[in-house]
């Protein structure tokens, strides 16, 4: 008997490994998969703009970051003491301007080298609720807690999303671009509003899988909206995600994305990070000290065959707990 429905995904073609950098960009998700990723020692550099949720100022991120364009003054603007990037997260905010303008072009720099060595770029959608700021008449990444007077707030439509997105994939032709819808629910724009702007990108996205070959779709919405639609594999805000939820759109994207090599050695490293953070009832006795030589040796092993994975802070902390 069944008591839910189960999202049937197919393995992907597209295979991400150790050996080769991924890029990833957009919501508060984004993130989630990121830290997953990294975690497992993955090569990722995730939002070097901050979280970015709607798909025209992701893209612009996207291209930015290709183009390698230094940011300037002209496009630092300040409000209540603080300079900062309307294409930016609050992260960037500075109370210096220069200093804002060297953040801000330190992290470009630094991830416009990172994507000239990517093969895969994972990108989730959030919200196709924009707000255009009136003064430039640019949809922003970020309101900064300016004025709601001075934005414009309207729906994306589905062509000017299919049309950004389409300039992304001419422009990254050689790059595998995995979209996803973010499964968070952006209810302050309401829920009937969230369900239509989550079409939007749902529509979108469909036209680009396609239509273009580099062009693919993990389906972490349905994962969670579907599969886990219990509240209680969300937060007490009752809108994000819990760990364990993340934990299992993980388990399903490394079933997607994967080879067994690759599912292998994540194993792996997950069993050498339980053993560094094991904390036994008796750190001093003959049987967990032998354990912790154990562990570091397993290390030194697995560092000999795959020299470029870092365990330096596992290492670290086995041998603080050494007598």
Known sequence: MEFFLKNSIQPSSVKISHHEPVLLVGSCFTENIGNKLSNFKFKTLANPFGIIYN???IVESILRIKSNKPYSEPEIISNHGKFFSLDHHGSFSQNDK????QKINDELNFANEFLQ???TIIITLGTAWVYEYTEQNKIVANCHKIPAKKFNKRLLSVEETIEKLVELANELSEVNIIF??????????GLHENN??????HVAINHMINNYSNCSYFPAYEIVIDELRDYRFYQQDLIHPTQQAIDYVWKKFSETFFDIPTQKLNEQIEKIQQ???H????FESESHQKFIKTQLFNIQQLE????FLNFENEKLNLINKIE
Do not use: G
């Open 98 to 101: 220069n200093k804002c303008i």
């Open 55 to 57: 798909p025209i100022s």
């Open 279 to 282: 904390r036994p009832f008796d």
């Open 117 to 119: 060595k990517i093969n």
């Open 304 to 307: 000999k065959k795959i020299p």
């Open 196 to 201: 239509i702007s989550k079409s939007v990108l």
């Open 275 to 277: 053993a560094a953070n």
């Open 180 to 189: 996803s819808v973010s499964p968070v629910r952006h209810i302050a724009e």
